[in-house]
T-cell receptor, first 113, second 112 residues
Framework: KAGVTQTPRYLIKTRGQQVTLSCSPI?????VSWYQQTPGQGLQFLFE???????NKGNFPGRFSGRQFSNSRSEMNVSTLELGDSALYLC????????????FGPGTRLLVL | KNQVEQSPQSLIILEGKNCTLQ??????????LRWYKQDTGRGPVSLTI?????NTKSNGRYTATLDADTKQSSLHITASQLSDSASYIC???????????FGTGTRLLVSP
């Protein structure tokens, strides 16, 4: 069974631009969570989607948004990029039961210049 | 204040040696705790998951312990290998918010 895939793997943008990241979960998984990872901060939870609905949300500004499609694939969008948005963005998928193991993708490394 | 404190921040050990990583957390209410291994440039991979009623769980050379009363967990690595070089992240679950709370990790380097 294929693992979680994320595209693109690397991305360079400039301040003020917007970016869309994509995540394809493991087949059969209905939950997709997004995380931001920066050095010294650890993983910060962005939001979780389950069956096309946002089920949980972290403490990030409205510039960060997401959506999930009927095939469980998910996209994350960041508008008006700031230098501090440079990070590794990880998505994780699971069947959707609370507390079960999440499986992470390799991440998208975003650099904002 | 961080809800999860891991120590040490970084560690270098010789191949074949054992080591123990510590995790103190204040997450409450708490239901379970995971340890993840993250290789450089890759996403985290789950090593163990323990509920609040479990004291220890092993996965090969990795053994995690949990003391829910003192809110402490440890990850013991036996007979370390070069491939154990990675960051190890402690992740308790906040049952109230149904959220995972990630520690900043311990960066382990196993030297030949």
């Amino acid at each position: 069974k294929a693992g979680v895939t994320q595209t693109p793997r690397y991305l360079i943008k400039t301040r003020g631009q917007q970016v869309t990241l994509s995540c394809s979960p493991i087949s059969g998984h209905r939950s997709v969570s997004w995380y931001q990872q920066t050095p010294g901060q650890g993983l910060q939870f962005l939001f979780e989607y389950f069956s096309e609905t946002q089920r949980n949300k972290g403490n990030f500004p409205g510039r960060f948004s997401g959506r999930q499609f009927s095939n469980s694939r998910s996209e994350m969008n960041v508008s008006t990029l700031e230098l501090g948005d440079s990070a590794l963005y990880l998505c994780a998928s699971s069947l959707g039961l609370v507390g079960e193991t999440q499986y992470f993708g390799p991440g998208t490394r975003l650099l904002v210049l | 204040k961080n809800q999860v404190e891991q120590s040490p921040q970084s560690l270098i050990i010789l191949e074949g040696k054992n080591c123990t990583l510590q995790c103190n957390y204040t997450v409450s209410p708490f239901s379970n705790l995971r340890w993840y291994k993250q290789d450089t440039g890759r996403g985290p991979v789950s090593l163990t998951i323990m509920t609040f009623s479990e004291n220890t769980k092993s996965n090969g050379r990795y053994t995690a312990t949990l003391d829910a009363d003192t809110k402490q967990s440890s990850l013991h690595i036996t007979a370390s290998q070069l491939s154990d070089s990675a960051s190890y992240i402690c992740v308790p679950m906040n049952t109230g918010f149904q959220k995972l709370v990630f520690g900043t990790g311990t960066r382990l380097l196993v030297s030949p």
